[in-house]
């Protein structure tokens, strides 16, 4: 027998006892009562009547450095990171939007060089952003956006990069992260990105 | 006395003949399934109970003869008609119970959801390739050689190749499809095709193939841009 | 209507009652929390436990069960206060005694409800804490600070109460009563607060935002601020008095089946005239409010507004399509059953009207309630060319829908009308003109909803979600906006012609309340479903994700079983709480 | 008595929500199936394969035998295999004639196709899904979202005279099982082919093998290659190359079952109860 069957029986022994108690019973609360579970049992009747459809949670995915062999794998573990983990799309979005709250990010993988991007996520605060929320003239604002390699986000590198891969890549451009970037778990990482040092002078590249 | 009791009765045949016969028979109809049938008729019936209780008096008309009729006091000739009632709903109420522990005929329905939600990394995503006569060219180009076999040359859904699936491919002409959906969502249709749907899709039943194995993404997009523009449709937007 | 939606938000509502055993939990969470703080610093927690279970029951079952009838009993709590202010200002402007002794009567219920729902609070508390580790770190890591905020409400709400219902009597005249009135204010304001505090941590798990550097009180005001609180405020505070008015409705209901004189029949047959008059007040503007809701989730975020509206739950629409329906119905069935039972001779008069607004309710609600995929079996698939129908297709989509729900308010606006006004006759030089520019309006409302909803089909999605649809809501907004001070201007100067009979109204009626009750309550729960489910995986959604073994959501038939059985128990409870509160009335009437 | 009827009204609007209800929980089917019979046969459209018990041994050598106009004909579209590269975009087989038979222990399925000329490499295929888990229809595809199962594949090549008994978790994968437990035999004549599978309704190797429950539907897709050469002499339609169909049901009918007879006197013994509690209340209340 299956779940569903068994539920209509529940549900049909729950409405035939509240038409039971109509019949028989003459106290007028367990008469409502029985009204109440009738009414309940059709409504569950009915539930069960629709197409019955549980929504599984799909198979959490794991940054597997093995399975990554070119930029365009790296770009589609990107846009995963970008609508999820990283959080990026709670804010920005890509092409014009009325519910965004950031920058639209559409062709910014063309605008900025993806030194600028990578300083942009660690370094929020090094450049001065204009606070595209105000009207009028622009006015020089901290940064409200996190640092995305600290909590709570706390992007590993490797997914940084993959993230910039997937900004270029929906910018129409050639990726220029390539996979040898990737640090491999376990081992020492390699020297540090000259990048994430370079201080706040990274300019944007207009294009 | 039938008076009160007949009309009610007539007008749920009315409305059971009209959905059964007539909705059907209408240009471009097509046989409406026994579930709405009996919505429509259930909305019938509370409709008739509901005009019927509104007053004492409408009640008792309407209650009157099928409590006489019920309980067999002065119906004359309707005695055996009565007995026939009472006998035929515990028959009626058993064959329901037969027929539905009984082993259906019926392979089970199918509930398949057309168009579910995408996977939230393509939500957001919006068509890079600038929207050129030239990029739309391009496009429908594509479309012939790639998703015409199925979809048709004329966007409805009706290629040469379509006739074997079921589901059947989709008729994009048809305003319920592309038009209410977004650019974005055609995008991870067609890249992750048949197989990339949630369970509600049932991806095991499409034969959308997966094209981002065959096709570059820009060939997609422009795809996109060539079905619209081919099916006299627009995408959904939000600004 | 109400939802149960995170757990979070339920969580300190807690001890709504008892302030002392409510911070105490709270500054248990708070120090439960401190640990992951440290740990949160720079290393991922080493292998804290995430979850733990119960046997045979499952975690999330018992937390459903248990969350559902605190939020229930919430809104039970805060829509009893605004039902029973309202009846009081009605008292007090009109001098109509018995509209106090009802406000009384229901105020009185508010210390055990309290009391009650504190209870399944704490005990939703332990849950959460016991069983979503994970989660409640996380959440309160962020909401800190509005667990202090939500403290101190707590208090002054708790004092407001004391003073509202100690004082009645005593606060009877001039300035006293005007004071109590405002202490009836107050504990409104205050409640509404309450409600807004927790619908924050519910709304953020629903829909965050990003958390930048900051003071812990910065970080807590942003994530309070997301982007569906203020949808999901208005839309709660709205249901608490619809739901407010409807158990109100029920309760007479089942005290006039079992009136024993007719004195009491009078008194319950006209409370249920009330509450089924409120509870009706707030259901015509509840639609605008959940298309609000919706709107901003489909702005918010798309994926989540087509899991809803077109994915896996598009058939939970459908139900609550039936439900409102059945709800539309049973509420108009009331009216029209109030005029012809209370108001001798005015049946054959109004029979028409009565008939002509029942078809167009029932048409609507066909069209509302045909789903655009359909339940069909594979032969009537095939013939249909899929699973939706070539013609009636067309009534599957969003533009159908939200005309005739539209229409719908209308009509059940024009028959609140109607009844407002039988038995009475204005006597006014311009009721005339008056009347036929209220009944144009109406027409011309009607027409132009549909105009713009058959329109819609014709144009670009976003034109009819921002124009049509807009129009449309402001359409109908502006006619009861117009009709209904218009209306009460002209009954200002009318006389009555015929005196309303208390105490005749058939048992159907009062059965019709009672189901004009489950409706609502089952409505909170469905939308609980509905809010809990679209987060799909996640605790909070494309932050936390939920990795339990109760990561899923059940299939709606499933899930309807355990509605039905929130909605059984609720019942059960309030059925207690009104036993209580009502036991030494009878103790004193049996004296006497 | 008006007051009576207050019992009775809500008594009476259930019972009748009672009997709409079983019917909403299980729509007739009896009327559908009469329907699709009478169809002519060229327009006809199935879902399902339905195979009826016979007492006697089944015809499973035997393509032409008399006994197999015993079972209903289903009729089945195929299209090319479009899925997966190596398409083709036409394909000769356009339409599918299928019956089948069992006799509690076998089961025997015929295809029966038109294709105008004889070759070496004509071949079928008739695939199933194994266990519980759904598979796609192409070979069991991997799917995104939702994790698949294996399929079940018997496969017929006229030059081997014989079947193959196969599974497959995605193109690529296909495997010759160890065990083999389907037999096939096929005849042409007059530009059709007819051919004959047939295997134990269950065998032992229930992670590979489809297990057929008599009563109960399982998913069967099909599949038609024409081994014909073209100028070059390639073959017209090899591997991927073929005409497929969708999923659709397949079932081996249940002896009859008698336990649906219990249920109902069951509900007829209720119902009567029923009617007479009802009927006595109101005489009750009309006498009151």
Request: glycine fraction near 8%; charge should be neutral.
């Amino acid at each position: 027998m299956s779940e569903v069957v068994k539920l209509q029986l529940i549900g049909l022994a729950v409405v035939g006892s509240g038409a039971l108690i109509l019949l028989l019973v003459r106290a007028q609360f367990v008469r409502v009562i029985g009204f109440v579970a009738i009414v309940l049992g059709l409504f569950t009747l009915t539930a069960l009547s629709v197409p019955q459809m549980a929504s599984l949670p799909p198979v959490e995915e794991k940054f597997d450095i093995a399975t990554v062999k070119t930029p365009t794998d790296m770009a589609t573990i990107g846009q995963k990171i970008f609508f999820s983990k990283g959080q990026c799309a709670l804010c920005h979005t890509i092409g014009p939007s009325e519910s965004a709250r950031c920058p639209d990010l559409k062709g910014i993988g063309a605008k900025l060089s993806r030194e600028f991007l990578f300083e942009s996520l660690t370094q929020p605060q090094a450049y001065i952003y204009l606070d595209y929320r105000h009207g009028g003239q622009p006015k020089e604002y901290p940064a409200r956006m996190p640092y995305i390699n600290k909590n709570p986000i706390g992007l590993s590198k490797n997914e940084i990069l993959s993230v910039i891969a997937f900004l270029q890549q929906m910018s129409g451009e050639p990726i220029s992260v390539s996979v040898a970037e990737l640090e491999v778990p376990g081992q020492a990482p390699a020297a540090p990105v000259k990048v994430a040092q370079s201080g706040p002078v990274a300019v944007a590249q207009a294009h | 006395m039938g008076g009160s009791l007949l009309k009610p009765v007539i007008l749920i045949g009315i409305v059971y003949a009209i959905l059964k016969f007539v909705v059907p028979n209408i240009p471009g109809s097509a046989p409406l399934p026994a579930s709405l049938i009996f919505l429509y008729l259930m909305l019938t019936t509370s409709g008739i109970v509901i005009f019927a209780t509104l007053s004492g008096e409408s009640k008792d008309a309407f209650w009157n003869p099928i409590q006489r009729f019920m309980t067999g006091e002065n119906i004359g000739g309707l005695q055996v008609l009565r007995y026939g009632v009472l006998l035929l709903f515990p028959l009626m109420v058993g064959w329901q119970t037969y027929s539905s522990t009984a082993t259906s005929d019926a392979p089970p329905s199918e509930n398949r959801t057309i168009h579910p939600a995408p996977p939230g990394e393509y939500t957001g995503l919006s068509n890079p390739v600038p929207k050129t006569p030239d990029t739309i060219q391009q496009g429908k180009g594509f479309y012939a050689a790639f998703c015409s076999p199925c979809h048709g040359g004329n966007f409805d859904g009706k290629g040469p190749a379509a006739r074997g699936f079921n589901p059947p491919p989709a008729n994009f002409s048809d305003p319920t499809t592309i038009a209410m959906l977004q650019e974005s969502y055609l995008f991870w249709r067609i890249k992750k095709g048949g197989v990339g749907l949630p369970i509600e899709g049932m991806p095991w039943k499409s034969a959308m193939p997966r094209w981002e194995v065959e096709l570059p993404d820009e060939w997609i997009w422009k795809i996109i841009m060539g079905e619209y523009d081919g099916a006299h449709q627009a995408p959904r937007t939000w600004e | 209507m109400q939802q149960q939606g995170g757990w979070f938000q339920r969580l300190l509502q807690a001890g709504r009652g008892h302030g002392g055993m409510f911070s105490a939990l709270l500054w248990a969470v708070g120090l439960l929390s401190l640990p992951a703080l440290a740990f949160g610093a720079d290393v991922a927690p080493a292998a804290a436990t995430e979850y733990r279970d119960i046997p045979y029951i499952g975690s999330r079952n018992l937390v459903w069960v248990v969350a559902q009838l605190h939020l229930l009993l919430a809104g039970f709590v805060l829509g009893v206060p605004i039902f029973a202010w309202l009846c009081e200002v009605v008292a007090w402007k009109t001098g109509e005694k018995r509209y106090d002794k009802l406000a009384k009567e229901f105020t009185k219920l508010l210390t055990s409800a309290y009391a009650t729902t504190a209870l399944f609070g704490g005990i939703l508390l332990f849950l959460l804490i016991s069983f979503y580790p994970k989660l409640m770190n996380y959440l309160t890591d962020i909401f800190f600070p509005s667990f202090i905020v939500y403290c101190l409400l707590f208090l002054v709400e708790t004092m407001t109460l004391y003073l509202y219902w100690y004082g009645w009597d005593a606060m009877q005249d001039g300035h006293k009563k005007t004071f109590h009135i405002f202490l009836g204010f107050m504990l409104n304001f205050f409640a509404f607060f309450i409600m807004i505090v927790p619908n924050s941590w519910a709304t953020f798990q629903a829909s965050p935002v990003v958390l930048a550097e900051g003071s812990d009180i910065a970080r807590a005001w942003a994530a309070t601020w997301n982007p569906t609180w203020w949808p999901v405020n208005i839309h709660r505070l709205i249901a608490n008095v619809v739901l407010g008015g409807y158990i109100c409705g029920a309760y007479a209901g089942i005290r006039y089946l079992s009136a024993r004189n007719a004195e009491e029949r009078d008194h319950y047959d006209w409370m249920g005239y009330v509450g089924n008059f409120i509870g009706v007040f707030g259901l015509l503007p509840l639609p605008f409010a959940g298309y609000w809701l919706m709107r901003e989730i489909y702005q918010y975020n798309q994926q989540m507004g087509i899991t809803l509206m077109g994915g896996f739950l598009s058939w939970l629409f459908i139900l609550q399509a039936m439900l409102i329906g059945v709800l539309f119905l049973g509420s108009n069935y009331y009216f029209w059953l109030g005029i012809t039972y209370r108001i001798p001779g005015s049946e054959l008069k109004y029979r028409k009207s009565m008939l002509s607004m029942l078809i167009i309710l029932l048409l609507c609600l066909g069209v509302w309630m045909t789903p655009h995929s359909l339940v069909a079996s594979l032969e009537e698939a095939r013939k249909m060319g899929g699973t939706h129908h070539p013609l009636l297709g067309v009534f599957g989509v969003m533009s159908a829908k939200m005309t005739v729900s539209n229409l719908m308010i209308l009509v059940t606006f024009m028959s609140f009308i109607m009844y407002w006004r039988a038995g009475k006759e204005e006597t006014a030089g311009w009721a005339k003109a008056a009347k036929a520019l209220m009944s144009a309006l109406l027409v011309l409302a009607g027409i132009a909803v549909v105009v713009l909803g058959v329109w819609g089909y014709f144009v670009p999605a976003i034109i009819r979600i921002n124009y049509f649809s807009t129009s449309q809501v402001m359409i109908v907004l502006f006619v009861m906006l117009t009709i209904t001070p218009l209306t009460a201007l002209l009954l200002k100067s009318a006389k009555t012609t015929t005196e309303m009979v208390w105490g005749k109204m058939p048992p159907r009626a009062g059965y019709a309340l009672v189901l004009n009750a489950i409706m609502v309550i089952l409505l909170m729960t469905l939308m609980g479903y509905a809010r809990s489910s679209s987060r799909v995986h996640w605790h909070v959604y494309g932050v936390l994700r939920d990795s339990s073994q109760y990561a899923f959501s059940p299939a709606l038939g499933y899930a309807a079983g355990i509605m039905a059985l929130n909605t059984f128990l609720f019942c059960m409870i309030v059925a207690f709480i009104f036993w209580v509160a009502t036991m030494s009335d009878k103790a004193k009437a049996s004296h006497s | 008595m008006t007051q009576r009827l207050n019992y009775i009204v809500p008594t009476v609007a259930v019972g009748a929500w009672l009997a709409m209800e079983l019917l909403a929980v299980q729509p007739g089917s009896a009327e559908e199936k009469s329907a699709a019979t009478v169809q002519a046969e060229s327009t006809l459209q199935s879902v399902s394969v339905s195979a009826p018990m016979v007492k006697g041994a089944l015809p499973v050598d035997d393509p032409n035998a008399a006994v197999w106009s015993s079972a209903t004909l289903a009729r089945f579209p195929m299209s090319p295999q479009v899925h997966w590269p190596n398409r083709i975009l036409e394909a000769t087989v356009r339409d599918l004639n299928v019956r089948a038979l069992h006799d509690g222990t076998n089961v025997a399925i015929l295809l029966e196709y038109t294709d105008p000329t004889e070759d070496p490499d004509d071949a079928a295929a008739i695939q199933f899904m194994v266990g519980d888990k759904k598979a796609h229809f192409a070979h069991g595809q991997p799917m995104a979202q939702v994790e698949g199962g294996p399929v079940n594949i018997w496969f017929w090549k006229n030059k081997d005279g014989k079947a193959l008994d196969m599974n497959a978790k995605g193109f690529g994968t296909l495997k010759v099982q160890t065990h083999q437990d389907v037999k096939a035999k096929g005849a042409y004549a007059n530009g059709t082919w007819k051919v004959v599978f047939t295997r134990p309704l269950s065998t032992e190797h229930a992670d590979e093998d489809t297990q057929i429950a008599q009563g109960g539907f399982v998913n069967i897709a099909f599949a038609v290659w024409d081994g014909k050469k073209d100028a070059s002499g390639e073959l017209k339609e090899k591997g991927s190359q073929k005409a497929v169909s969708s999923w659709w049901y397949f079932r081996a009918e249940a002896p009859p079952d008698y336990s649906g007879y219990y249920y109902a006197l069951l509900a007829v013994g209720l119902a009567l109860g029923f009617q007479f509690v009802l009927i006595r209340k109101l005489k009750k209340g009309q006498s009151a």
